[in-house]
C-alpha cells in the first residue's frame, strides 16, 4: 500500500471563500479520493493563515480583536467544505499553539545551523504582499502583484540565508522535470532563479510594527514573517519532527494557486533544504477562474459564491463542472450559462439519458435483474476493449492532475456506450424474442456502467454512490474493493442475477429559459 499525502494553501483569512478556494479544495479532495480507489493510505490536509499585517487591519476595520476575526473567517472554511463534499482528514490554523512550537522549533533549527542572520536592510515593502522587494522585483516602481507603490522601510530585521540554496534549487528543478507542474510553471521559477533578483529573505518583523505573529525564539522583540511561518503547517500538521504522521506521510505533494507560486516554488524548497528535511514529491499549480474574462474581486462584484451554486445545481453537478471545465495550469471561465450547457451535454444527455434508457429496459425486459450474457460478439469486445483503455487513460490522466483530459477519456466510453444502445437496438431483439443475444447486449452495457460510476467517485461521491446503488452493489465509504487499476484489467464485477434499479432520473436536463427568467 502506497502513502499519499495532499495538502491545499492554507487560506489567509482576510476575507471570507469564494470559488478559488472552493476549487482548489475540490480538487485536493477529488486527488485524495481518487488515491484511495487506488488503494493508497491517504492525507488531505486544508487549514487557515492566521497572522501578518493584512489580519490586523481587517480586524481593527471590523472593530474587534485579530483572536476574534480569525476565528469568525477560519470558522466559516471549517463550515463551508463539508458542504461541497470535502473530506479533510485535519485542518490547521496558524494560531494553533502545536503549529507555533514546532514553527519556533524549525526557527531554532535554522538559526542554530547559522542560516539565519540579523541585518539592517531598506526594501520597498507592499502591505498587500506582506513582504519586501528588491529594485529588480518591481515593475516600473510598483508591486507587480497589487501594481501599487511599496513603501520605503529601513529597519533591523533577521534574514534566512536563502540566496545560499538558490544554485542547489536550480538543479534540482532541471534534474527533476515534474517536481513542478505544469510545465510553464516550472519554466517560471527557473527564470525567476536566473534573473537574479532573488536574494536572502527577510523573516522577521519587529514589534515595534506588528505583534501579532508568532515570536522568533531567539529574539522576543520580532515576530516571525508570515509566510515563514506559513509553509511550516505542511509539516507541523504531521507532527514534525517526530510525530507518526510525519514519519508516515512527508514527502507529499502541494496543490496551489498561481499567485503563489514563488513562496511554494522557492522560499519552501530552500526552508527544507536548510532545515535538511526531504523534499515534497509535487507542486501542482493552477490558474484562475475568471468570470467575463475578469479574476474574481469583491470591489467588481464577480465573486461567485459556491453554496450559492450548489443549492441552484447540485453538489455533484458542481464539482463536475469546475474538474471537466478547467485545464488544470490554465486559466478558465466561469459562467452559468457554460455550467448549464456542460450539466445538460454531459450529464443529462450522455451519463444520465444512458442510466435512465438502460435501466428501463433492463426492467421491461429481464425483470430489473441483470441478464447472464452469452458470447461476446466483436461490437461487445469493442466495448470490452474501450472500457480498458478509457479506465487506465482515466486513472493516468487524472492521476497527473490532467482532471479534464481524464473525465474526457471517461466520457469516450459514455459515448460509445450510447451509440452502442442505438446500433444493438435491444427492442428490435426483444421483438425478435431473441433473448440470448439481448441479454449479451444488457449485460456488455450495465457492466461498463457500474466501471464508468466506479471511476467517478472521486469527482461526484454522491452521484457515483447512488449510481453505483441503482446497479444492486453496495458501495459503503468508498466504492472500490480491490483498486481501479485492478477493475480496468477485467470486466467482471456485476453477477448476473444482480437486481438493478427500474429507472434513473440523477440528472434530469435544466430548462435554460427557466433559469433565466428567475434571474434578477
Known sequence: MKNFYITTPIYYVNAKPHLGHAYTTIVADSLSR????????????????????????????????????????????????????IENDAFVRTTDEDHKARVQRFLQQVYDAG???????????????????????????????????????????????????????????????????????????????????????????????????????????????????????????LGWPDGEKYKTFWPGEHLVAKDILKPHAVFWPTMLKAAGLPMYQHLNVHGYWLVRDTKMSKSLGNVVEPLEMRQ??????????????????????????????????????????????????????????????GEFSEDDKAIVELCATAMTNYIQLFGNTQFAQGLDSLWDLVRALNKYVDSQAPWTLFKQGDTTRLGTVMYVLLSAMRKVALCLWAVMPDASRTLLEQLGQQPGEGPVTTSLEAEAGNFDGLQPGTEVAASSNLFPRIDVKALQQEAP
Open 115 to 237: 542560516d539565519i542572520y540579523f541585518g539592517e536592510f531598506g526594501g520597498h515593502y507592499c502591505y498587500g504582499c506582506e513582504r519586501f522587494y528588491t529594485e529588480k522585483e518591481l515593475e516600473n516602481g510598483l508591486c507587480p502583484q497589487h501594481l501599487t507603490k511599496p513603501e520605503f522601510i529601513s529597519e533591523k530585521n533577521y534574514f534566512f540565508r536563502m540566496s545560499k540554496y538558490l544554485p542547489w534549487l536550480r538543479e534540482y528543478i532541471e534534474s527533476h522535470p515534474d517536481f513542478i507542474r505544469p510545465e510553464r510553471y516550472r519554466n517560471e521559477v527557473l527564470s525567476m532563479l536566473e534573473s537574479g533578483a532573488l536574494e536572502d529573505l527577510c523573516i522577521s518583523r519587529p514589534k515595534s510594527r506588528l505583534t501579532w505573529g508568532i515570536e522568533l525564539p531567539f529574539d522576543k522583540d520580532y515576530v516571525c514573517y508570515v509566510w515563514f511561518d506559513a509553509l511550516l503547517n505542511y509539516i507541523s500538521a
Open 312 to 373: 441552484k445545481y447540485g453538489l455533484d453537478a458542481f464539482r463536475y463542472f469546475l474538474l471537466r471545465e478547467m485545464h488544470f495550469g490554465s486559466d478558465a471561465s466561469f459562467s452559468e450559462e457554460g455550467m448549464v450547457t456542460r450539466i445538460n451535454a454531459d450529464l443529462a444527455n450522455d451519463l444520465g439519458n444512458l442510466f435512465s434508457r438502460v435501466l428501463s429496459m433492463t426492467a421491461k425486459y429481464f425483470e430489473s435483474k441483470v441478464p447472464q450474457p
Open 34 to 85: 481518487f488515491h484511495k480507489t487506488l488503494g493508497d493510505n491517504t492525507m488531505f490536509l486544508t487549514g487557515t493563515d492566521e497572522h501578518g499585517d493584512k489580519i490586523v487591519k481587517a480586524a481593527e476595520k471590523q472593530g474587534v480583536s485579530p483572536k476574534e476575526f480569525v476565528d469568525g473567517i477560519s470558522g466559516l472554511f471549517q463550515q463551508l467544505w463539508p458542504h461541497l463534499g
